[in-house]
């Protein structure tokens, strides 16, 4: 799964946990993690966004 943090650009649309969060944000591929109230935090995406063949 993928893992990022605070700044860095998203390599894969999906819900992402906060390391040591309940909480659950959805990011988007292409665009930076934004900031956080606690400074750099690093997520671990927890379910990848599914897409229908068109």
Same mark, same amino acid.
Do not use: I, S, Y
């Given at each position: 799964?993928? $893992?990022?943090k605070t700044?860095?650009?998203v390599p894969q649309s999906g819900q992402y946990r #906060?390391?040591?969060s309940?909480?659950?944000?959805?990011?988007v591929q292409g !665009? $930076?993690?934004p900031p956080t109230?606690?400074?750099t935090t !690093?997520?671990?995406?927890?379910? #990848?966004? !599914?897409?229908k063949n068109r």
């Open positions: 799964m993928a $893992r990022v700044g860095q650009v #906060p390391v040591g309940r909480t659950e944000v959805t990011l !665009k $930076r993690v109230a606690n400074g !690093k997520f671990v995406m927890v379910d #990848p966004t !599914k897409h």
